[in-house]
């Protein structure tokens, strides 16, 4: 059994509800549907997050916050940590306008702070954050991000952090190099830090020179260009949205790299343990920004320390894995100009409205569609407790609730989402519901939902789920993602096998999940489940198929009916199961059935007919889009439409 490489996860609050039950204190105030805002005053101002249950035991901890502090007033961010007890608060960090400081401080039983590292004596299961600003009446500090990274350092390196997951074949963002050692001043061998962090801005079209981001960097108690802390937040500065995370694997981080984000990355490596790098001694510490990876999968590297000559360079795999994931636990920092791009469901399902609804009557009119766990959604406002957001899984084509990428757009609960950039699934839940626990609490997790995750022995996987979550699942009740290629008769099989688990379950108008389905939610998931992803809707799904003669449907077609008198207006579709018998989740009996055409239409259509008419309703026969591309169809951030 190949060894779990997760040793890190990151706890990212970084959208509006992620802040909404933070307890105030002084002039502190968090908007509805906005960002926390501390207040200077006489006695100051304070927020104090909820005690936040760890996804794994840990003895590290990198906390970093992005915060515009104005008016003179300093912010300082802490942290306490559940071990037998509730430690004293660590304090990590002070920013204030342009800059700010590691916070000096002896070391406690509990652990210490080396600068921007709180390193414990012993294992904490959970922590908590506080923030106090101190200063003047006109003191004002606007919080915009915090993002907790948590490390178990005695877990060991495992050769899978070198695997790029499904990735494959050259990759390589265009961006033009920075060399820190040909910048004017004294101390530019000390900065890759921030110049890789410079360098990463611009990529993101925020340009800033190198020195103004390492003199914003600059940790004004120690002396150095490297506070992990106050380079993200210096970054911040910019415009953009910055953190310090640990990526566990090369897959991990290439998901992000594929969103246009280049990563600044921290390395240690000894003499002759890197070949190529212009570090011939080795390095204690060093920063690169990863651009990419060529065809071999070997990092593609913008490299800040190169006096002289070509400035991007190719590390070999092994030994940047072992530079990196080894020795440095995959440290580095995420810049963006959004966080959003990040969103997803953090709930095992979430429904999706087409206003905002409040009670039960409202929920079973206004239902459009639901969203399971890890499901990419797109946040376009907050306001009162939702979130408009785009489904960016479910195409939708046709309608009138069509998002701005051409996805299902609607309303659902704010506190259903999390930023989280997550691996590239790797295994999806094939049973109608899969039993996983986290934290103590056990969750239902729909067929259908998606997830990175590695063995964890006992025919268990470790799950990662949105919101820095980890959580153990039986393996049985999941298939590998993408599937491999089956057979078309095959893969026809495991479709209608897929959604015969729904049979008898009552039919859910809006419903795409085990909690119980609509006929296109059932087509959808059964599909979803193999790999094979289609839009949310009958109407959407009859315009991507092609129309197939009714002698030569084949189990596992679709069937399509329209509403009495209007042929081209699609509202229901159906499974072929061969044999004349069909599959559906239905308005007629109110639940999943499986029956003969003749006892729902009343008679069969010619054998020679690509759609017939019953009853005032026309019926279209189809195939499957390309079933026997699953292996290239299969999507890692999104469907194909």
Same mark, same amino acid.
């Given at each position: 059994m190949t060894k779990d490489p997760t040793r890190s996860r990151t706890v990212l609050f970084a959208l509006p509800p992620d802040f909404a039950d933070w307890r105030k204190a002084g002039r502190a105030s968090i908007p509805a549907g906005g960002f926390p805002v501390l207040r200077g005053g006489s006695s100051g101002s304070a927020l104090v997050s909820p005690v936040v249950s760890a996804p794994l035991p840990f003895d590290q901890l990198i906390l970093s916050v992005n915060a515009a502090v104005k008016g003179g007033g300093a912010l300082r961010a802490e942290v306490s940590v559940l071990q037998k007890g509730w430690s004293p608060w660590f304090a990590m960090a002070e920013l204030r306008g342009a800059g700010g400081s590691s916070v000096p401080s002896k070391p406690l039983p509990q652990g210490e702070v080396g600068q921007d590292l709180l390193k414990l004596a012993r294992k904490a299961s959970s922590f908590r954050l506080r923030l106090l600003l101190s200063g003047t009446a006109g003191a004002r500090a606007e919080?915009?991000?915090?993002?907790v990274c948590l490390t178990?350092?005695?877990?060991?390196? +495992?050769? *899978?952090?070198?695997d790029r997951g499904p990735y494959a074949g050259a990759f390589s963002l265009k961006i033009r190099p920075v060399s820190q050692m040909r910048l004017p001043h004294p101390r530019c061998k000390d900065m890759c830090s921030p110049v890789s962090a +410079?360098? *990463?801005?611009?990529?993101?079209g925020l340009p800033t020179e190198p020195l103004r981001q390492a003199a914003a960097a600059l940790d004004g108690a120690a002396g150095i260009y490297g506070n992990w802390t106050l380079n993200a937040r210096a970054a911040s500065l910019r415009g953009a949205a910055a953190w310090y995370t640990r990526f566990n694997t090369f897959a991990e981080a290439e998901a992000v790299l594929r969103r246009g984000l280049p990563l600044a990355v921290s390395l240690t490596f000894g003499p002759g343990e890197l070949r190529g790098s212009p570090l011939k001694k080795g390095t204690r510490g060093h920063f690169v920004l990863l651009k990419g990876f060529d065809a071999r999968g070997n990092p593609v590297c913008n490299e800040p320390a190169v006096k002289t000559g070509r400035a991007e360079r190719i590390y070999r795999r092994e030994e940047f894995a072992r530079a990196w994931f080894r020795n440095k636990y995959g440290a580095a920092y995420i810049i963006v100009r959004d966080p959003g791009v990040f969103t997803a469901v953090g709930d095992p399902v979430a429904s999706l409205y087409s206003a905002p609804a409040g009670t039960a009557e409202r929920k079973r009119k206004l239902i459009e569609s639901q969203l399971l766990m890890n499901e990419s959604a797109a946040p376009l406002k907050f306001a009162r407790g939702w979130a408009r957001v785009e489904a960016l899984e479910q195409p939708h084509k046709s309608g009138s609730h069509r998002g701005p990428s051409g996805c299902y757009a609607g309303f659902l609960r704010s506190d259903a989402l999390r930023a989280d950039p997550l691996p590239p699934p790797n295994y999806c839940v094939a049973?109608?519901?899969?039993?996983?626990?986290y934290g103590g609490k056990k969750l239902a997790i729909s067929a259908g939902t998606r997830f990175y995750a590695a063995p964890a022995g006992k025919g268990r996987l470790r799950a990662w789920l949105a919101g820095g979550r980890l959580a153990l699942a039986k393996r049985s009740d999941c298939v590998p993602f993408p599937p491999a290629v089956k057979s078309e008769a095959a893969l026809r099989r495991s479709i209608l096998s897929a959604a015969r688990q729904f049979l008898g379950d009552d039919y859910f108008w809006g419903g795409r999940s085990h909690h119980g389905p609509d006929c296109s939610g059932l087509v959808g998931l059964a599909c979803r489940v193999n790999g094979l992803d289609l839009p949310r809707n009958a109407d959407d799904q009859w315009r991507l198929s092609p129309p197939r003669r009714w002698k030569d449907l084949l189990p596992g077609d679709l069937i399509f009916s329209s509403a009495p008198g209007r042929p081209r207006d699609i509202d229901h579709v159906m499974f072929y199961t061969g044999g004349g018998r069909l599959l559906e989740a239905t308005r007629e009996s109110g639940d999943v059935r499986e029956i003969p055409f003749e006892k729902k239409f009343g008679a069969r259509p010619p054998g020679g007919?690509?759609?017939?008419?019953?009853?005032?309703?026309?019926?279209?026969?189809?195939?499957?889009?390309?079933?026997?591309?699953?292996?290239?169809?299969?999507?890692?951030?999104?469907p194909a439409s």
């Open positions: 919080i915009e991000l915090a993002a178990d350092s005695s877990l060991p390196y +495992s050769a *899978a952090a070198a +410079s360098m *990463a801005l611009s990529a993101i049973s109608k519901s899969a039993a996983a626990e007919v690509v759609k017939s008419v019953f009853g005032g309703k026309t019926v279209y026969f189809a195939g499957l889009s390309d079933p026997r591309g699953i292996g290239v169809r299969a999507s890692r951030k999104g």
